[in-house]
Each structure stands twice: as structure tokens, then as C-alpha cells.
């Protein structure tokens, strides 16, 4: 029998960039997660889908144009097969499931299982065999099979594995919600019943905990009820609508909303965003965090060994970097920054001198996010780098294959590159993925994010900068309305631009104060005052990097939801 008591569900899961089962933030939180709560020694288990080709490789053609191929990867270099079956039913018919094993071992010795569910057997049919091939990848029909495995595969796989002592099902987002299902079926059957009832219900939600991620309506997984009857084949979405289904839909934030007894956003304005959204809903605030032993670079990482021992066990002695010494500071990121811009080397053929300004962006390429903002008045930023200062400009991200909008602010960053002054070079770096996030966010000197708000969740990017001393120069929202002090852990865009729905029009605005607080104050800055600049880097470390981790996120989800 297995022992864990918690069951954490993700439909992404980052854990290595050679594994390609994840795409974004999301699955980089779960990774995250996972490795903090080993070294909590959180008794959990955790379960996502394998995706076989992953999310999908990047090219970017001649235009700038991104075009996408399969990511296959060696499964069975990294994943352990188990002997467990079980299986799901789909349009009626009977879907096969395996279970592949990855484990996260803790310095301190204790380990976590990960379970990635496949479809790919032989007994299956030719198109089920798919449905763990591609990340986010396929039409309605085939999200919907995949959610359908996920939340109830996902929990019947457990009880396959012999995890019999699961008290807490945490859905690190909607994707998993029909686990509900599978328990409110549970719960039945205990009760030698042959369906669920209503008073079901109290014992379901006293079980899951519920993390939404997003305030963008397409972040929310919506299925027509005539679907989710043909694939599930359950009257109860029917007979049950105000805890399955809304207006004809079978809407999965809706319904873990409905079946868990905590549930929260992923930073404070989010929390607050959330709960006007989800009005009769009680909505909590956990703020993301990051694994600081993953994403501090190898040359902070000697330093904070040397002079704040103990730092990877108590992330919260990161606060003692207050006392480090500027130049010790300068050094470590001197170092960082040179294994950046040797991998711009190698994949460009580009020798960038690392005693310019670099700014760093690289985020999933989608419209709310404004990639192109710092590049939307070309002239304007010409004429900032010649009189204050030259610029690097580093960027990476993926456009989901089906956003438009996102190819063409990808296309447009790189389209630009030829309107540019010599003063200034922008490179854009294909296949982002958690390597090259480490060297990023470690190497650049600024951290740049321009998303519109109120659509920031939470973010994690500007986290993982801060362990590297590097500031971020970020529109108020997400996690930067908390980790944000003017001028001593970076700088504030667009504070008095009002709060417009219409990305345009708030885009304007947000440029003309990215522009000026470029030219007025970051650039000088950094010229001019270097020590002072080494100065906010040592703030970033000591009051950013000792709070936003998963070290100290874990442990409010131990508190307030897991053993509450």
C-alpha cells in the first residue's frame, strides 16, 4: 500500500527539458511544486498525461513566421513502465490505460511519484491511441477524452497503484475536474448504491482543493453538454446541472468550483479578480513561488553555498543576501550573464559584449501578454538608446499553434530587427524551454513583462530573475503588485494608466511609461551607477528570493488546504 495522502492533478508537468510534457508556466509551477514538496517531505502523489509528441517543436521561418513539428522524446530513457491497468469509458467505448513512473528525489532523501497516464496499446483503437500524444493539441472532442483520463483515469490509476490513504485531490487548474466525478461514483458505491445523490456531495468536496490560474475566458475549458453526454454518457450532467453544467455546458472551472472545499487564485489580485468572476464562491490567495535550488544559476548558487549555508533547505535564509557584498553580487552575475550570451553565440553566431544593458523577455506569445510593446514606437526606442545608452534585447516563447495573434507578435518582434539603430540588437531565441529559461532569466540584467491587466495571473518569470539578483521592469500586475518596491527590487509601467479592457487602447499608454522609466531611470542607472544598481540586485535576492518560492507556497498548501 502506498502512503501519500495527497494526489496533486496537472495536464502539464515540467520537469526536464529533454521530457517534452509541458508548455508554459503552468506545467513549470507543477515541477516546482512537486520538487518542494519532496523537500518538505509532503506525502504526495501527482498525475498528468504523457504526451508522447509534447507540446510541439519551434521553427521560425525566413518571415519570422513560427511553424511547429512534433517533439518526441525517449520515454523510456526517462519514465519507468508499471504493471497497473485500468481503463475509461469513451462514446462507450472501453480505452486502455498504462501508467509510466517518474520519481523527484529530495536532497533529504524523500521521493515523490509522478504518474504519466498513456493510451498508446495496441487493444485500443487507432484514434484513442492518440489521445495522449499531444499536449493541448487536437479539437474539442479531444480535450475533452483527454480531461476525461486525467480526472478519472487519473483516479482510478492510483487505486490501481495500491494509493488506498488519499485524503486531499488538488486540480492545479480545471482540466481534472471530472475526478469529482469519479468520486461522487466512489461515494455511491460505498453506499451500495448504483448512482450518486445529492447528499454525495459534502463528502466529494471535503476531498478537493481547487487552483484556478487564469482570469482570460479561454483559460477555461468549456464543452457542450451534447458532447460531454456522447463522450461521457452520464445522465447526471443532465439531472445535475448546477454542479456539472452551466447554460448547456459543461464548464470544468464551474465544476471544480462546485465540488471542492478550498480554492484559490495564484496571487492576491488575482485572488480578488477571481472572486468577482466566481461570486458565490469563496476565493483564497496562495501566491506561486518557484524551486529556488532549480532556478538559481550555478554562480549564485556557489555564492549563496559560501556565505548563506543552508539557503537550499531554508529559502527564507535568502534575506541574510541583504549583507552580501556589491562586488561579490557583480561577479556571480558577470558569470551568469557570460553562459547566456554564449548560448546567443552558438545559436546566432552573434558576439554580444556583456557590459551592455541586456533586457530579457520570454514568455508564451499570446495577445494579453503584448510581447512587442517594448518594440510597438521604434523610433522612440532608437532615439532612447542613442542618447542614453545602447541596448540588448533577448526574447523567447511559444505561440500556441492555433493563436494567430500570438504567431504575429512573434513575427513582428523579429520583422524589427532590421528598423533598428547599431545601438541596440534584439535576438530571438526559437525552443524555449527550461534550460534556456535558466539561462535567461539568470543572464539578462532587467526582467521585462508587459502583460495587460488585469490578465496576469500570477506569473513566475520575474521570480526566478529575482534569485539572480535581476530586477524586473513590470506592468502592477500578478505577483509584481507584491513583490514590487519602486527603485529597490526594479520598477513599476503604467501605474497611472487606467484600467481599459481594450488592449489597445491600455497598450499605448503602457508604452509611452515603458519608454520613460527606460530612458529616466533604468538606463541611467545602469550606466551611471552601477553600485547602486548592484545595490537593487542585492534587494531583488534578500526580499524577492527569500519569499516568492514554492519552499514557502507549499507550505500555505499544507496549511490552509491539505491538513487544515
Request: proline share 5%.
Amino acid at each position: 500500500m502506498n502512503q501519500a495522502t495527497v494526489a496533486y492533478f496537472t495536464m502539464e508537468m515540467a520537469l526536464e527539458s529533454t521530457m517534452s510534457t509541458y508548455a508554459g508556466g503552468l506545467g513549470v509551477l507543477a515541477g516546482d511544486t512537486i520538487r518542494s514538496a519532496a523537500d518538505l517531505k509532503v506525502p504526495l502523489v501527482a498525475v498528468t498525461l504523457l504526451h508522447r509528441k509534447g507540446y510541439f517543436k519551434q521553427h521560425l521561418d525566413a518571415s519570422g513566421w513560427q511553424q511547429e513539428a512534433p517533439s518526441d522524446w525517449d520515454i523510456a530513457a526517462h519514465l519507468q513502465l508499471q504493471q497497473a491497468r485500468t481503463s475509461v469509458s469513451l462514446e462507450g467505448r472501453t480505452v486502455q490505460l498504462q501508467a509510466w513512473k517518474y520519481e523527484v528525489h529530495s536532497p533529504n532523501g524523500f521521493t515523490i511519484p509522478i504518474f504519466f497516464l498513456d493510451t498508446d496499446l495496441p487493444e485500443n483503437q487507432p484514434w484513442d491511441r492518440t489521445l495522449t500524444h499531444f499536449l493541448y493539441g487536437g479539437g474539442t472532442p479531444y480535450r475533452l477524452c483527454q480531461e476525461v483520463i486525467l480526472g478519472i483515469g487519473g483516479i482510478r490509476m492510483l487505486r490501481a497503484l495500491g494509493f488506498t490513504s488519499l485524503s486531499r485531490y488538488h486540480m492545479n487548474e480545471g482540466h481534472a475536474a471530472l475526478l469529482g466525478l469519479e468520486l461522487l461514483d466512489e461515494a455511491a458505491a460505498q453506499a451500495n448504491r448504483t448512482t450518486f445523490l445529492p447528499e454525495d456531495l459534502p463528502a466529494v468536496r471535503k476531498q478537493c482543493v481547487f487552483t484556478t490560474h487564469t482570469p482570460i475566458a479561454s483559460g477555461h475549458d468549456l464543452f457542450p453538454l451534447e458532447l460531454a453526454l456522447q463522450v461521457l454518457g452520464r445522465r447526471e450532467l443532465q439531472e445535475m446541472q448546477g454542479v456539472f453544467c452551466c447554460d448547456e455546458t459543461l464548464n470544468m472551472t464551474f465544476l471544480a468550483l462546485n465540488l471542492s472545499h478550498y480554492i484559490n487564485g495564484v496571487a492576491k489580485k488575482h485572488a480578488q479578480t477571481s472572486q468577482l468572476m466566481f461570486g458565490k464562491y469563496e476565493i483564497d490567495a496562495i501566491t506561486n513561488g518557484v524551486h529556488a535550488a532549480t532556478w538559481t544559476s550555478p554562480p549564485f548558487q556557489a555564492l549563496f553555498d559560501r556565505l548563506i549555508p543552508g539557503w537550499r533547505a531554508d529559502n527564507f535564509s535568502l534575506r541574510f543576501a541583504h549583507s552580501l557584498a556589491l562586488d561579490e553580487i557583480k561577479s556571480a552575475h558577470l558569470a551568469a550573464k557570460q553562459l547566456l550570451l554564449h548560448r546567443v553565440f552558438q545559436e546566432t553566431g552573434l558576439a554580444l559584449d556583456p557590459h551592455i544593458l541586456t533586457l530579457g523577455f520570454a514568455r508564451r506569445a499570446t495577445a494579453y501578454k503584448r510581447i512587442d510593446l517594448l518594440v510597438s514606437d521604434v523610433t522612440r526606442l532608437n532615439a532612447i538608446a542613442a542618447s542614453a545608452g545602447p541596448l540588448h534585447i533577448i526574447c523567447a516563447g511559444k505561440a500556441h499553434p492555433n493563436d494567430h495573434q500570438g504567431k504575429e507578435a512573434i513575427q513582428r518582434l523579429i520583422q524589427v530587427q532590421g528598423n533598428l539603430s547599431p545601438t541596440i540588437k534584439l535576438v530571438y531565441l526559437p525552443n524555449y524551454d527550461l534550460d534556456l529559461a535558466k539561462l535567461i532569466t539568470a543572464g539578462v540584467d532587467v526582467w521585462l513583462n508587459t502583460p495587460h491587466p488585469p490578465f496576469e495571473a500570477s506569473g513566475t518569470s520575474g521570480m526566478k530573475a529575482a534569485l539572480n539578483g535581476v530586477p524586473s521592469l513590470s506592468v502592477l500586475d500578478g505577483w509584481w503588485l507584491e513583490g514590487w518596491i519602486e527603485g529597490e527590487t526594479g520598477w513599476s509601467i503604467g501605474e497611472s494608466c487606467p484600467i481599459d479592457p481594450n488592449l489597445t487602447d491600455r497598450a499605448s499608454c503602457d508604452a509611452t511609461a515603458l519608454y520613460r522609466k527606460l530612458e529616466n531611470e533604468v538606463i541611467p542607472l545602469f550606466y551611471q551607477d552601477p553600485d547602486r544598481f548592484a545595490d537593487i540586485m542585492r534587494h531583488c535576492i534578500s526580499l524577492n528570493g527569500s519569499f516568492f518560492n514554492t519552499q514557502r507556497m507549499v507550505s500555505q498548501y499544507v496549511i490552509k488546504a491539505y491538513f487544515e
